[in-house]
């Protein structure tokens, strides 16, 4: 099988050759036409529904491939699994409110409210799935099209059901403000040449060329964060959300502070880890600047004693 897929690629890369030194001068012009194209992102832009869906999947299997994921096999895991997906559709759902008020503002992006509409008719093709990952590790990672992976290692740090959506909330943000696309966006344009030779070369109008290649830029990006600037938003959103969905607010700075507490017990790499993420102890300080700003209390409905009881009790009858 491997070795088929070899051959027919190194036949395509010759006939590419052959075809480059007949018709050089035709093809630089369609090369040239595509760079331009991909200049004004609109073959970036151009992915569909379903297209995105399926980058998502993709990507997916790149996660589950370093992670194994939690399947259904008994009613524990059917329940966790359960759990967890309600939480995050929930979270979704009440916090509409959110984007539209933030992108009416022009905060986050410089998008205007139709587009972030066309977002996210794209991203929630299929709503939003969430997996868990069976490790300890303290990781999650959230990939166009809606899906979310959440590992054992990130829930069992959480104390309580509102930390758990302040995790949940923030992967949705960059889900919903379109953070993945936006890098493939530029890092596209990075390797424009070869990407652009390869996919008119391949598959004419090249978005299915690109597939694989899209893929692995993704998954990249999930291993590595998103940038800090896009992690203060997902905070920013985040934090808003939990609030406009009846969570405690202030379970974000508690979250942030239990992954700082482990980024230092389990010595994770500053040099590669800050270059893509904030120090932690700024976005604390932002969160919690945010609520204080913004008044951020939680539904009044939801924060009585009876409420946070429930919540825990779901949570630890599911969890612990
Ligand atoms: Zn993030």
């Known amino acids: 099988m491997q070795k088929n897929k070899r051959n027919v690629w190194a036949a395509r890369l010759m006939l590419a050759t052959i075809v480059f030194a007949v018709s050089g001068c035709a093809l630089f012009e369609k090369v040239k036409a595509t760079v331009s194209a991909l200049e004004d992102s609109k073959v970036a832009d151009n992915y569909e529904p379903s297209e995105q869906y399926y980058i998502g999947r993709g990507v997916s299997a790149v996660i589950v491939d370093k992670y194994p ?134 598959s004419g109008d090249g978005l299915g060329a690109n597939f694989g290649r899209l893929v692995t830029t993704f998954a990249e990006d999930a291993f590595k964060g998103y940038n800090p600037e896009q992690e203060f938003e997902a905070d920013n959103w985040g934090t808003r959300a939990m609030a406009e969905s009846g969570y405690a607010p202030d379970a974000m700075v508690k979250m942030l502070q239990r992954v700082e507490a482990y980024e230092k017990a389990h010595d994770v790499d500053p040099e590669d880890y800050l270059a893509h993420h904030p120090p932690i102890g700024d976005r604390i300080k932002a969160v919690q600047d945010l609520i204080k700003k913004e008044n951020l209390k939680g539904n009044p409905n939801t924060m009585t004693p009876e409420g946070v009881t429930a919540r825990n009790t779901r949570f630890a009858e599911t969890f612990k």
């Not at 329940?79 to 309600?86: A, D, G, P, S, V």
């Not at 986050?108 to 969430?130: C, P």
Request: net charge negative.
């Open 69 to 202: 994921p939690v399947e259904v096999k008994d009613q524990t895991s059917e329940k966790q699994i359960t759990y967890i997906n309600e939480m995050a559709c929930f979270i979704e759902a009440a916090s509409k409110r959110v984007t539209r008020s933030a992108v009416k503002l022009g905060d986050y992006t410089s998008r205007s409210y139709d587009e972030q509409q066309h977002v996210y008719n794209l991203v929630l093709f299929k709503g939003i799935q969430v997996g868990l990952l069976q490790t300890d590790d303290v990781t999650a990672f959230a990939t166009p099209g809606g899906f979310l992976w959440i590992s054992m290692g990130a829930v069992n740090m959480c104390e309580n059901e509102d930390e758990l959506a302040a995790i949940i909330a923030h992967e949705l943000a960059h889900i919903i403000l379109d953070h993945g696309m936006a890098n493939y966006r530029t890092a596209y344009k990075g390797e424009i040449f070869s990407s652009t030779l390869s996919e008119t070369w391949f």
